[in-house]
């Protein structure tokens, strides 16, 4: 919503305005119709007089007082009923004045009733025709955070499918690619073979709701089996998935940020190189999945980066889990870093 | 005598596949060693002086980039400097950088064309620089300027106001204007002032992108100085910059990438 402002609250007070004139005009032709009164003209000038202020004071004060949001009623009210007497005296006043009438309030006390009555009338119409636009302004706006939502979805989509094929990930591999088909073409065909897998696992992933463990620890060995051709000795792993847990669902592309994390923060900065272990268990009834590495660790890598990465899994496992999941970054004892995700175990 | 190079790599098959084309292109070329990091490039240069360097831009250790910020300051005056060829998988560099200056680029991976190209170039500037090493070390320096992100800062948000070093349970809050410089050590930051010292655990890039740049700016590798302390830019035998400070007795090196800070009016 945007802020209240007095000047724009007030933007269809002349439409009222003018709903009000016609709701005059019919009110003394009925007068006239039925015999109140000299007749349509000194009823239209009366009618006139007293509509118009009226509309003006109560429609434009509660516009005024409670610039863009609903007047509360106990205020409201009075206000109404303030407006409608004060326009009365002044409107028979002044149209007496314009008729050249003797001004005298027991000659105008059924006009008092009158301007009662269809002051009443025009303040359901108003009030009904508000509650239209409101809802109709409420349908909108659900409407348009609703497209947003939709489009979050897909950003995210997106942002996760260009995540994972990182380009100097593909770029790369393809250069040891190109570099292993002359020297080696057993290598570089069991080469191609794990990065067609991967490519194939990361752009379904990006049209999935849920994978199995067993296809996610699948994309996690032809993931890290490219990186380790290209990282030679420098890059050992480890995939440990026990049988009982294999076919236990999890949101595609679960791990896959965290291994890369471990590997590009954690390893390739670091000389020497190391190990990167995943490892599925059960625990307390819950699964518990823990990506370690023996790398630099958090607090020393000099690449920074790693906290989008995190805040993007941890809004995942949310929208999955509610608060049910949880995520823990630790320094190893043994040096590098390590992420242990706990989630709850499907019925 | 036969030209010497180095090739600093840290992904094996792409190391074997540069040498083994660059003997196919150029047999007379000697291979003076093979770097798997950026730590190992720098060590293999000080020993081998070696007439042409191919440096992988993402190498653990150093990059290099860092590896060529290195050679570039360790140089004395009317040393010889070796020919730079960067290697990179992706332009993320924007290779244009590399177009305007002389220094070569090649993308992987490496094409035996492309690769020729360079050779042809490398045996033309080789004739060449043994005759002006200062113009040669010029033009390093000015391609180093255009490619380290350090160097070329831009007006940024600098939000940080405090340095908050944590010692124990405790938490000190340290004011910019105080700090006289940053000093990075193995693991830390270490923040020099007035009339103390903290650690804090950053590196210096984030810490960079977080100060504000009139103020404060990196002259080398390890050392962010706040100008405002600075008393003096002084010029040692060596050809080096040293800077000296208002309110401490130690002085400060000053890169060669960042030397036009400190040129007069």
């Keep these: ?347 | 005598m036969n030209p010497r190079a180095l090739i600093a790599e840290d992904e094996p098959l792409l190391a074997a596949q540069l040498e083994t084309q660059l003997r196919e292109l150029w047999p007379e070329l000697h291979l003076a060693g093979l770097a798997a990091n950026g730590v190992d490039a720098m060590r293999l240069i000080r020993e081998h002086a070696p007439d042409i360097a191919f440096l992988d831009i993402r190498m653990p250790g150093l990059t290099g980039l860092e590896v060529a910020a290195e050679i570039a300051d360790t140089l004395g005056e009317g040393e010889r400097v070796p020919q730079i060829v960067f290697v990179t998988a992706y332009d993320e560099y924007a290779l244009k950088a590399f177009d305007y200056a002389a220094v070569d680029y090649l993308l992987k991976p490496v094409t035996h064309e492309r690769l020729a190209a360079t050779v042809a170039r490398l045996k033309l500037r080789l004739a060449d620089a043994g005759r002006a090493p200062a113009a040669e070390l010029g033009r390093l320096v000015a391609q180093l300027q255009t490619l380290l992100p350090a160097v070329q800062r831009s007006a940024q948000a600098a939000t940080l106001r405090h340095i908050r070093a944590g010692s124990g349970n405790t938490v000190r809050m340290i004011p910019l204007d105080e700090v006289c410089y940053f000093q990075s050590t193995d693991k830390y930051v270490n923040v020099v002032t007035v009339n103390g010292e903290a650690l804090v655990r950053v590196s210096l890039k984030e810490l960079l992108e977080q100060l504000p740049a009139d103020k404060f700016r990196q002259v080398h590798r390890s050392v962010i100085v706040n100008l405002d302390a600075v008393s003096a830019a002084v010029r040692d035998d060596a050809g080096r910059l040293h800077l000296q400070l208002r309110a401490r007795k130690e002085t400060l090196p000053v890169s060669r990438l960042f030397a036009e800070l400190f040129k007069q009016m």
Aim: with cysteine; charged share 15%; proline share 5%.
């Design chain 1, 1 to 347: 919503m945007t802020p209240p402002n007095r000047l724009a609250a007030c933007a269809t007070l002349p439409r009222n305005v003018l709903y009000t004139a016609i709701f005059c005009t019919v009110i003394a032709a009925l007068l006239a119709a039925i015999g109140f009164g000299s007749g349509f003209g000194v009823n239209f000038v009366y009618s006139q007089c007293i509509g118009l202020p009226a509309c003006l004071l109560a429609d434009g004060g509660r516009r005024l007082l409670w610039p863009g949001r609903r007047a509360p009623l106990a205020l409201l009210l009075p206000l109404l009923a303030a407006s409608m007497l004060f326009a009365w005296f002044c409107g028979t006043w002044f149209g007496a004045l314009l008729l050249g009438h003797p001004w005298r309030a027991q000659s105008y006390l059924t006009s008092l009733v009158i301007t009662a009555a269809a002051g009443f009338v025009a303040v359901l119409y108003f009030w009904e025709r508000e509650k239209v636009a409101e809802l109709e302004t409420e349908a909108a706006l659900q409407k348009s955070r609703a497209e947003t939502v939709e489009r979050q979805a897909a950003q995210a989509r997106l942002a996760l499918l260009q995540a994972q094929i990182e380009p100097h990930f593909l770029f790369n591999t393809l250069a040891n690619l190109h570099a292993l088909i002359g020297a080696d073409p057993a290598r570089a065909q069991a080469m191609l073979s794990h990065l067609n897998d991967f490519l194939r696992a990361s752009l379904s992933a990006a049209r999935k709701d849920r994978n199995t463990l067993a296809e996610e620890f699948a994309l996690l060995r032809d993931y890290l089996e490219l990186l380790s051709i290209r990282m030679g000795t420098r890059l050992a792993f480890r995939l440990d998935l026990p049988r009982e847990l294999a076919q236990i669902q999890v949101p595609p592309m679960l791990l896959q940020p965290l291994v890369e994390n471990a590997v590009k923060h954690g390893l390739e900065p670091k000389i020497d190189g190391g190990e990167v272990t995943v490892v599925a268990r059960r625990e307390a009834g819950r699964v518990v999945l823990q990506v370690a590495d023996s790398g630099l660790g958090f607090g020393a890598a000099a690449t920074s980066g790693t906290k989008v990465g995190l805040a993007h899994l941890r809004e995942r496992l949310a929208a999955t889990y509610g608060a049910q999941a949880s995520l823990d970054i630790a320094d190893n004892a043994q040096g590098g870093a390590s992420v242990t995700l706990s989630l709850p175990m499907p019925a």
